[in-house]
């Protein structure tokens, strides 16, 4: 397969990703009031650091195959349950949303994020592997901190859910 091939089927994933995302946000059909507009808040917040993640991620992605000159099966694959994780996070978005501080939804969002991160680490080493890419550090370093907060976040929102959550973005 061509890299830019694969590029386009990449980027349309996640452009249907962000879709979803945005469709499963839900304004209040029958009240128009303030207070209507306030009550959806946790559910626009999930949203906008989920949209935020994934624009990051994104970046991320392109940036690293910007550097690639080929790729290989094992790169195909590993792409694809990148993108199997990010399919999922509309779902638990959605589900973190309709109760931001309920631990079993905020655990499973860490988690789905959590997968994110890792595989998109998978993906990095595969894609340096396979090009033999040295100026990766930036990246690497970003990723690696993102999976940190994240990781710590898991135990952290057991104790502290109101605060945590606000970090599960980053």
Known sequence: MKKERFEAFTDA????????????????????????LIAILPQFAAYIM???????????????????????????????????????????TAWLGADIFA?????????????FNLTMAVLRRQVIAKNHIDNMYNLSHQENLSFGIN???????????????????H
């Open 103 to 115: 631990r079993p939804s905020a655990i499973l969002y860490i988690i789905n994020v959590l997968l």
């Open 151 to 169: 990781v710590s976040n898991v135990s952290y929102y057991l104790v502290f859910p109101t605060i945590s959550i606000c970090w599960t973005g």
């Open 13 to 36: 994933v996640i452009a249907i990703i962000l879709t979803i995302l945005v469709l499963e946000l839900r304004l209040p059909e029958h009240n128009h009031s303030a207070q209507a």
């Open 50 to 92: 989920t949209f935020i993640f994934i624009a990051t991620m994104w970046v991320n992605h392109h940036f690293l195959f910007s550097q690639a000159q080929t790729i290989n099966n094992q790169i195909i694959w590993v792409n694809f349950i990148w993108l199997f994780v990010a399919s999922l996070l509309p779902a638990t």
